[in-house]
């Protein structure tokens, strides 16, 4: 049986939202862990973001969705700074998956999906499950809807997760190291789904170790070192032409 199998049906057309981050500082108390971190990331484009364990890469996801408060700069979606947006309206136009799933372990993979919808949207029962089923197929795990996540495959389960947060309907989705737990024979079958969402539209920010993958897929590779960041640039200019020293030894030590 294979266990990398590409999602059965094709992902759908998104339309993703730009995300602009100006000169965003955050704090834990007085330590600055994000110093003026500036990056554009065009509406419908993927951004991959590198960089050693430390350097601020979580802490920017959390900054972007206000899961942590910045303490000076701000972050534009389609235009509008997250700063007005109270953080409910937040989670809900931008999907978070992270290395470990959270679903819930006594509901099916059906409901996990169709839960969002009906709790945060207050959309129907009815159609909650339609939209969840949709998303399910998107992922490749249609055959799979009336399982609980003990009776699926760490991939399987990270699948649904995208699936969950897809049914939001986000205008971006953000990536902390989706597949840092999974057994390797898995982590192929996520990032193919990845990468299928990257093409549909999707705007996506992916924090992850898989150079492979950000090489092929990011149309923007951003490395990070120390809360900032210190390069970005092409797949080509960031992996085949570094500028820093920093750079060049984080390469060195992860190809
Ligand atoms: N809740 C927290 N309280 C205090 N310091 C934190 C907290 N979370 C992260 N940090 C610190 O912030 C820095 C950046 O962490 P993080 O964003 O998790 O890095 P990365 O994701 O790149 O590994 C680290 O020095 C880390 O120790
Ligand atoms: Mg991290």
Redesign the pocket.
């Known amino acids: 049986m294979s266990t990398t199998a590409a999602p059965a049906a094709p992902v759908e057309t998104y339309h993703g939202a730009s995300l602009e981050i100006r000169d965003l500082t955050l704090a ?2 007085d ?1 600055e ?2 110093r003026n971190v500036s990056l554009s990331v065009p509406a419908g484009t993927t951004t991959c973001i590198i ?10 996801l ?1 900054g972007i969705n206000r899961l942590h408060e910045p303490k000076s700069g701000d972050v534009l979606l389609g235009g509008q700074s997250v700063l007005g947006v109270k953080p409910d309206g937040l989670r809900r136009r931008i999907g978070m998956v992270f290395q470990h799933f959270n679903l819930f372990p006594d509901h099916t993979a059906l409901e996990n999906v169709a839960l969002a919808p009906t709790n945060v949207k207050r959309m129907p029962r009815a159609q909650a499950r339609t939209l969840a089923h949709k998303h399910l197929a998107e992922v490749g795990l249609a055959e799979r809807a009336d399982h609980r996540p003990r009776d699926l495959s760490g991939g399987q389960q990270q699948r649904v997760a995208i699936a969950r947060a897809l049914a939001m309907e986000p205008e971006v989705m953000l990536f ?2 989706a597949t840092s737990a999974l057994d390797p024979e898995l982590v192929k079958g996520v990032l193919d789904l990845m990468a299928g969402l990257s093409h549909s539209g999707m705007t996506m920010v992916v ?1 992850t170790h898989e150079m492979h993958f950000a090489r092929k897929v990011a149309d923007q590779v951003v490395f ?1 070192d120390e ?1 900032k960041v210190v390069e970005a640039g092409t797949p080509q200019q960031i992996f085949d032409n570094p500028g820093s020293d920093r750079l060049r030894r984080f390469l060195s030590e992860v190809l």
């Open positions: 834990f108390g330590i862990v994000l960089g050693p364990s430390g350097s601020g890469k979580s802490t920017l959390r902390d190291e924090v990070m809360g």
